[in-house]
């Protein structure tokens, strides 16, 4: 059985712009939850904004001390009550949203813009953005909003949530065998759109860039466009 410290270390956003390394309380998994123990997290473009706490200001965090992050992967050590998809020490990457489960969109498949959105209360959850992320040694995760990574690297699954909505963008766009795509902004979701674009069946990649990430998009296979 793994030990579960009393403790653990997290990075706690203090107000706009600055933060520190604190020892805090572990959190304690409630209904249909997991405690996760983080191995990897990636830095989100939105991070940063959240860190500097001016753009989203009152929105994202919510408060502070606030602990960010959402693009994270680890393994179950512990299930809350009522958490049945989930073992300990499964494998898993989480994605950012949980919804309340019982609003119109929740009903449809729709949970990432749950009519509750922020409503703890009522059940919603935005992991590194409404309610503690993973920017820590341990994170409460509802079982929901995991997903199991078999033997994949722990890096490479915190992008796991990142790489649905690229694969959601290729979906809407009926990409068909043989064609040839163009993805403006190679960005990590931009690049992600491309990769999944051509595994999708396109004959060929163009990427409308410049500098660095248009070198990247090239050396992935792309045709890159330099605007």
Known sequence: MTQIPKNMKA??????????IRDVDT??????????????IAICGTDPAI????KFKGLWPPGYPFIPGHEFAGTVVQLGESATRFKVGDRVAAEAHKGCGFCR????????ICENYGKVDKGHRHYGFTVPGGYAEYVVVSERSLHPIGDMPFDEAT??????????????????AGEDICVFGPGAIGLLCFQIGLASGAARGFVVGRKHRLALAKELGAIPIDY
């Not at 209904?31 to 983080?38: H, Q, Y």
């Open 11 to 20: 990075l706690v956003l203090t107000g706009p712009g600055t933060f520190e």
């Open 27 to 40: 959190p304690a998994p409630g209904r249909e939850e997991t405690l996760v123990k983080v191995a990897a």
């Open 51 to 54: 860190v500097e706490g001016v």
């Open 105 to 112: 969109n929740c009903m449809i498949g729709r949970y990432n």
């Open 159 to 176: 992008d796991v949530d990142t790489a649905a909505t690229a694969l959601q963008a290729v979906k809407r766009g009926r990409v068909s």
